[in-house]
């Protein structure tokens, strides 16, 4: 596995993360405990070394299986957590992001993942109630403290960013960012490469529409998120399908699959820039490692270039609740 630096920080990990946060949430039921185990230790297996969990995935489900997953090889992975939603009786149920209370997730988080330090903790959304220099600062304090080892931020807009930095160096921006969403190039990309902070995109693949196996005809399980998600209604999914058959044409040109060719197509935008595809399941899990060999000629990424301009996808990304969240 090839691996590369996140912005001016050092940090170096595996090309390609795992998100973890479907083995516990989002995306329907949860795996069995062992199943979540071997997937995860099958990533390590295959050069994965860059984790990616949240207190909230769950809640806290996700962090305890990630940690008795890594137990064996622990001192070789780099794990990203997440601070900043309230949590009440299992639920989350607000956004809390006050230093004191990241100062006890970063303990609870330390626990149930079992490690020393985490390696990479972010801000997972932005709390208007908390002056981010505030947060920054408490990070910092974690750091200094040897309980954190980077900061990092999520789905924050570009001042926020830059304030944040301005008291302790982020590491990484975790957003949403793929051929299905490209916002991220207007502002925060440029924002980034001015700052020497890295980029970690989720949800790389579309939550699962570029794999080309999602259609106007698929029915997501109960508690799937999609559920409620604008932009994956049957009507969106079968307007918004274009970008599929190019993908499909792609990868029936170089023999891959069209999950392959977007996570090249991201790979190739910056040598800053590591994505974390999530999975449950190991033949996916190798397609998605397998990607880091697919290269795109110059020629091809420009063609794809023109033919997104064209497209003007339908939906929102978030339902409305979810969208005030991102972006501050």
């Not at 397998?290 to 003007?312: C, G, K, N, W």
């Amino acid at each position: 596995m090839q691996t590369r630096k996140l912005g001016n920080s050092g940090l170096d990990v595996s090309a390609l993360g795992l998100g973890c946060m479907g083995l516990n949430f989002g995306y329907g039921a949860a795996v069995e405990k062992s199943d979540g185990i071997a997937l995860i230790q099958a990533a390590f297996n295959k050069g994965i070394n860059f984790f990616d969990s949240a207190e909230v995935y769950g809640p806290f489900a996700n962090e305890e299986l990630l940690g008795a997953a890594i137990a064996p090889f622990k001192n070789e992975v780099v794990i990203a957590t997440k601070f900043g939603f309230k949590i009440e009786d299992g639920k989350q149920v607000g956004l809390d992001s006050r230093p004191e209370t990241i100062r006890k997730v970063a303990e609870a988080s330390l626990k149930r993942l079992n490690i020393d330090a985490i390696d990479l903790f972010y801000q997972h959304r932005v709390d208007d109630t908390v002056p981010i220099e505030e947060v920054a600062g408490a990070v910092k304090d974690l750091i200094q403290q040897g309980k954190v080892k980077h900061f990092g931020l999520s789905e924050a807009g570009a001042n926020t960013i830059r304030r944040a930095h301005a008291v302790q160096a982020v590491t990484a921006l975790q957003s949403e960012y793929s051929l299905f969403w490209r916002e991220p190039e207007t502002e925060i990309i440029p924002t980034l490469e001015e700052l020497g902070i890295g980029f970690v995109p989720f949800s790389p693949l579309g939550k699962g529409f570029l794999t080309g196996k999602i259609d106007e005809n698929t029915q997501f399980s109960e508690g799937d998120f999609r559920n409620v998600v604008p932009r994956f209604s049957a009507e969106n999914r079968k307007a918004n399908s274009l970008i599929v058959e190019l993908l499909t044409y792609l990868a029936e040109l170089k023999n891959v699959t069209p999950a392959q060719i977007a996570l090249a197509w991201l790979l190739a935008q910056k040598p800053w820039i590591v994505p974390i595809p999530g999975t449950t399941k190991i033949h996916r899990l190798n397609e998605n490692i397998d990607s880091v060999h697919v290269e795109l000629t110059a020629a091809e990424l420009q063609r794809i270039d023109e033919v997104m301009a064209s497209m003007q996808f339908k939906g929102e990304r978030y339902p409305a609740h979810l969208q005030q969240l991102v972006g501050r």
